[in-house]
């Protein structure tokens, strides 16, 4: 029996700015999804302003029937958001209706297919104040680097190696890779995270899904600023696969990530339990929460709230370290994203109204040579 894990995740209006999701939206979003026959289970949260509905059911990844029941619940806690006017109600929510298929219309979506096996671990991450490139580090630390994963040595099951599709989320294209042979030529992509994510991760020997993310860019499709695309991502741990611990430990080094104020700045990843997923310094510094649950039949069982360990409090440290550093920086890059991804701010609109007031120096000098030729 296959089951598909479908995470679908939307910001419908956030308590207070963009820090949090009001608990009535949340209620509201239980009460859609328990009256729907289609699901086998599902776990409703929230990590920031983003609502996170994770489910369960054997229809399939890119099922109509489940992108409408998600979309409609956003559609139903849109409502709610606008009774209480919080801020940007159904700011993702970018289509008037649904139309088929929720890609592209807003909301962030991963899902997976599986032969569920004996035992079935997985962490669901959801993070907020950031973009789907922001996986690209911790999953390459996961499925392609030793250091971080002793099982690429040491477990016959996986020492294969992955395969990595990637997706050019500029020109929408995508490219696999083999790891370890093609990690030197994966990483020029890879390491440029706004444009190149990981879309899928598979195992090379049987071919499995080992872990999938949401990559929709809002800005693309919305063709102006409207937040950030808080994403997630479903990983598969043990029995050839990565532990449950090789798929946290990258986290427990924060690496920056674009995404912090006015989707703006770059900032480090902060690993939180659930009940410190309200970024509120400078909107930030950007979150993630790790939620892992073992499927029963399609039950989740579970969740354990992963980051909520005394050992990623070094992490958390550090994060309020990295935080007071670039902060210093104000409005300077590397704080300030370069301008390529403030294109969708006012930038161009101040380019515009200057354009006249910058001197074309090239000209100038061309002009003034002319001049004295003219003169001589
Ligand atoms: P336990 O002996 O606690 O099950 O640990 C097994 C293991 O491989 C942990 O990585
Ligand atoms: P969200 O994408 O989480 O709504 O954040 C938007 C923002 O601009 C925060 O400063
Ligand atoms: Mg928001
Ligand atoms: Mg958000
Ligand atoms: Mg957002
Ligand atoms: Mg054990």
Same mark, same amino acid.
Request: glycine share 16%; charged share 25%.
């Given at each position: 029996k296959k089951i598909t894990v479908t995470v679908i995740k939307a910001?419908?209006?956030?308590?207070?700015g963009h820090t949090s999701v009001h608990p009535e939206l949340l209620e509201k979003a239980r009460g859609v999804l328990s009256g729907?026959?289609? %699901?086998i289970d599902f776990y409703v949260t929230s990590v920031g302003d983003d609502i996170n509905l994770i489910m369960t059911h054997e229809?399939?990844?890119?099922n109509g029937e489940i992108h409408k029941l998600a979309w409609d619940t956003f559609v139903a806690c849109t409502e709610v958001a606008k009774k209480l006017k919080?801020?940007?109600?159904?700011?993702?929510?970018?289509?008037?209706a649904f139309s088929?298929?929720?890609?592209? %219309?807003g909301p962030g979506i991963a899902e997976m297919e599986v032969e569920e096996r004996e035992s079935e671990p997985i962490v669901i991450f959801m993070a907020d104040k950031?973009?789907?490139?922001?996986w690209n580090l911790p999953l390459y630390k996961i499925f392609a680097d030793p250091f971080n994963t002793i099982g690429l040595v040491i477990d016959p099951k996986m020492h294969c190696g992955f395969t990595f599709e990637v997706r050019?989320?500029?020109?929408n294209k995508k490219i696999m890779f083999n790891a370890p042979e093609d990690i030197y030529d994966m990483l020029v992509f890879i390491g440029a995270p706004g444009r190149y994510a990981i879309k899928r991760i598979f195992h090379?020997?049987?071919?499995?899904?080992a872990a999938v993310s949401s990559v929709q860019r809002l800005n693309l499709i919305?063709?102006?600023?409207?937040?950030?695309?808080d994403p997630v991502c479903i990983v598969r741990c043990q029995s050839g696969y990565p532990a449950v611990g090789e798929v946290l430990e990258p986290f427990a080094h924060p690496h920056l990530v674009s995404g912090w104020m006015r989707g703006s700045h770059s900032g480090p990843l902060m690993p939180v339990s659930l009940k410190d997923a309200?970024?509120?310094?400078f909107d930030g510094p950007p979150r993630v929460v790790a939620l892992g649950f073992q499927l029963a039949d399609g039950k989740l069982i579970g969740p354990q709230?992963?980051?909520?360990?005394?050992?990623?409090d070094r992490a958390r440290e550090m994060a309020n370290i990295i935080a007071d550093y670039m902060r210093r %920086?104000?409005?300077?890059?590397p704080h300030r994203l370069h301008l390529d991804e403030m294109e969708y701010t006012t930038m161009p609109m101040v380019m515009q109204k200057l354009k006249d007031r910058f001197i074309d120096l090239r000209l100038a000098k061309a002009q003034k040579a002319q001049k004295e030729k003219g003169g001589a």
């Open positions: 910001d419908v209006g956030g308590l207070v729907s026959p289609l %699901l229809l399939g990844r890119n919080l801020y940007g109600a159904g700011q993702d929510l970018l289509a008037d088929g298929n929720i890609k592209g %219309l950031t973009e789907p490139g922001a050019d989320l500029i020109e090379r020997e049987t071919g499995q899904i919305a063709g102006r600023y409207i937040g950030k695309d309200r970024p509120s310094r709230d992963l980051f909520d360990d005394p050992a990623f %920086l104000g409005p300077f890059e």
